[in-house]
């Protein structure tokens, strides 16, 4: 309980919501846009809040106030909207309107060959979209006898393969 006895305490992650209240049902959809029940978020505030509060553990995602608040994800919670070659980096640009350097070792083929990658420190992975895909497979050499594509960076080749 808090100090004035009125509610779960910030610091008990297993705090259950008073009975009145009733827990928000927050999902992501496969183009990383934030529903709660089934009216789209907008608020760009609320967003970079959301976002900046998204945790994953072995029993998914979710956001820890007072109490921990399932998130549900459709596919992965990033989407990847823009890659490209920055010297010899890999760099993205998210649609939470953040940028980074990927590493390319994350780089694996999903289902249908889309392409993801650990973004957010590693935290978390992200889909490319459709026109970041093409930008990573314009990056990439391809080999028609193999079947084999790869990304050379940094003196090095990564291979572009599906994920077991």
Not at 35 to 49: E, K, Q, R, Y
Not at 129 to 148: I, P
């Amino acid at each position: 309980m808090t100090a004035t006895g009125d509610g779960p305490s910030v610091e008990d992650p297993d705090a259950t919501p008073p009975a009145q209240w009733r827990l928000p049902r927050l999902r992501v959809d496969v183009d990383g846009d934030w529903f709660d029940d089934d009216v789209l978020i907008t608020h760009a505030g609320i967003l970079a809040n959301l976002r900046s509060l998204l945790k994953h553990d072995t029993q998914g995602y979710f956001i820890q106030t007072r109490v921990r608040i399932p998130v549900e994800v459709e596919d992965v919670p990033f989407v990847v909207t823009r890659i490209e070659r920055r010297g010899e980096t890999l760099h993205a640009f998210l649609g939470d309107g953040t940028e980074m350097d990927v590493d390319p070792a994350t780089l694996r083929l999903g289902p249908d060959d889309v392409p993801y990658c650990a973004v957010k420190d590693g935290a978390f992975e992200a889909r490319l979209s459709r026109a970041a895909a093409f930008q990573l497979l314009s990056l990439a050499d391809y080999d028609e006898g193999t079947g084999r594509g790869a990304l050379r960076l940094a003196g090095r080749e990564y291979p572009l393969r599906r994920s077991a």
